[in-house]
T-cell receptor
């Protein structure tokens, strides 16, 4: 079974502080992992995919297969980063499963 | 390029009524998904489809039905609406290539009273 766990419902940081949004997964095969973001009154959109090893808007995420984690990090949070963040896993059956999401608030 | 379009945006249903949530994509994507989003519960997969004529159950399929007669359309049917189906529903589509992102519709807010 595919499962994604995001342990924090809410995360609040000050502008300029580092931020880490946690994501753990459960999947017996080789997973494909993503981070999606939903800004206020906007559609859900892709932020990062693990295979690209890219940095988008200063965010990075590393897949740790040993710890089955895909945490999202940014060294210096900005107010415009305030949003709902979802970790997602796609397995071999093409199911795309999401975690419960973490609401990030960056305070001035 | 319209992307993924959902109709209606809002709907209020009475218990026991039925309705169809429409989802259309113009990107020729093979895969399509229906999710419901409840506060604090994230996105739960209802049904998904890997191509025309093929559908499969997700995490919470009970009370819903889908069909995929064309590549573009993936309607979600509620036969006997219940208050537990009050939610925001999202449709998404993506290409068959690995790691391709899923594109989401703007959502349908459904209230069952």
């Amino acid at each position: 079974a595919q499962r994604v766990t995001q342990p924090e419902k809410l995360l609040s940081v000050f502008k300029g502080a580092p931020v880490e949004l946690k994501c753990n997964y459960s999947y017996s095969g080789s997973p494909e992992l993503f981070w999606y973001v939903q800004y206020s009154r906007q559609r859900l959109q892709l932020l990062l995919r693990h295979i690209s090893r890219e940095s988008i808007k200063g965010f990075t995420a590393d897949l740790n297969k040993g710890e089955t984690s895909f945490h999202l990090k940014k060294p210096f949070a900005q107010e415009e980063d305030s949003a709902m963040y979802y970790c997602a896993l796609r397995g071999g059956s093409e199911k795309l499963v999401f975690g419960k999401g973490t609401k990030l608030t960056v305070n001035p | 390029n319209a992307g993924v379009t959902q109709t209606p945006k809002f709907r209020i249903l009475k218990i026991g009524q039925s309705m169809t949530l429409q989802c259309t994509q113009d990107m020729n994507h093979n895969y399509m998904y229906w999710y419901r989003q409840d506060p604090g519960m994230g996105l739960k997969l209802i049904y998904y489809s890997v191509g025309a004529g093929i559908t499969d159950k997700g995490e919470v399929p009970n009370g819903y039905n889908v069909s995929r007669s064309t590549t573009e359309d993936f309607p979600l049917r509620l036969e006997l609406a219940a208050p537990s189906q009050t939610s925001v529903y999202f449709c998404a589509s993506r290409n068959a290539n690995k790691q391709d992102e899923a594109f989401f519709g703007q959502g349908t807010r459904l209230t069952v009273v």
